[in-house]
T-cell receptor, first 112, second 110 residues
Framework: AQKVTQAQTEISVVEKEDVTLDCVYETRDTTYYLFWYKQPPSGELVFLIRRNSFDEQNEISGRYSWNFQKSTSSFNFTITASQVVDSAVYFCALDNFNKFYFGSGTKLNVKP | SAVISQKPSRDICQRGTSLTIQCQVDSQVTMMFWYRQQPGQSLTLIATANQGSEATYESGFVIDKFPISRPNLTFSTLTVSNMSPEDSSIYLC???????FGPGTRLTVL
């Protein structure tokens, strides 16, 4: 069965701190995609990254970085030097042959 | 990335009525999806909208309650039928393998 677990329901940090959002997934398939989305208070879903199961290279985009480890079925997301504008709910998702499974989301509060 | 618009952006409806939500994309896409996000919850896939054929519904969602149209490769509609307060949610469409999302429709049913 496919499943995405985001164990951290809510995280609070102070601005400029680094923060890592955890994502653990389950699938029996060898081909799949993993995603991260940001949902600010306004409600829209902002696409952050899509990674296929054959590409385990870590990715960095500005203050954002992603660590994909197939051995532990994890796809963690780190924000470096967090800012107040990073406050949002972050969703991890698994795409298994166009069947999408979202995690329950992690609410990140960045305080000034 | 695709530019996706949804109409209406929000609505307040009475119990027992129906609402049709539109999703428009600025380019042709093969795959379009409809999701529901209940208050404080994650997203749940309702169905995949296929151009030229019936939509494919996920477990727990039926065509009578959520009829979907996909007349061409840039447009789809989702109707929420015979609404009850439990249908109060954000409804989102997404497109493509990258799953870019529209801005969502906030529905409140009284």
């Amino acid at each position: 069965a496919q499943k995405v677990t985001q164990a951290q329901t809510e995280i609070s940090v102070v601005e400029k701190e680094d923060v890592t959002l955890d994502c653990v997934y389950e699938t029996r398939d060898t081909t799949y995609y993993l995603f991260w989305y940001k949902q600010p208070p306004s409600g829209e879903l902002v696409f952050l990254i899509r990674r296929n199961s054959f590409d385990e290279q870590n990715e960095i985009s500005g203050r954002y970085s992603w660590n994909f480890q197939k051995s532990t079925s994890s796809f963690n997301f780190t924000i470096t030097a967090s800012q107040v504008v990073d406050s949002a709910v972050y969703f991890c998702a698994l795409d298994n042959f166009n069947k999408f499974y979202f995690g329950s989301g992690t609410k990140l509060n960045v305080k000034p | 990335s695709a530019v996706i618009s949804q109409k209406p952006s929000r609505d307040i409806c009475q119990r027992g009525t129906s609402l049709t939500i539109q999703c428009q994309v600025d380019s042709q896409v093969t795959m379009m999806f409809w999701y529901r996000q209940q208050p404080g919850q994650s997203l749940t896939l309702i169905a995949t909208a296929n151009q030229g054929s019936e939509a494919t519904y996920e477990s727990g969602f039926v065509i009578d309650k959520f009829p979907i149209s996909r007349p061409n490769l840039t447009f789809s509609t989702l109707t929420v039928s015979n609404m009850s307060p439990e249908d109060s949610s954000i409804y989102l469409c997404s497109v493509g393998t990258e799953q870019f999302f529209g801005p969502g429709t906030r529905l409140t049913v009284l």
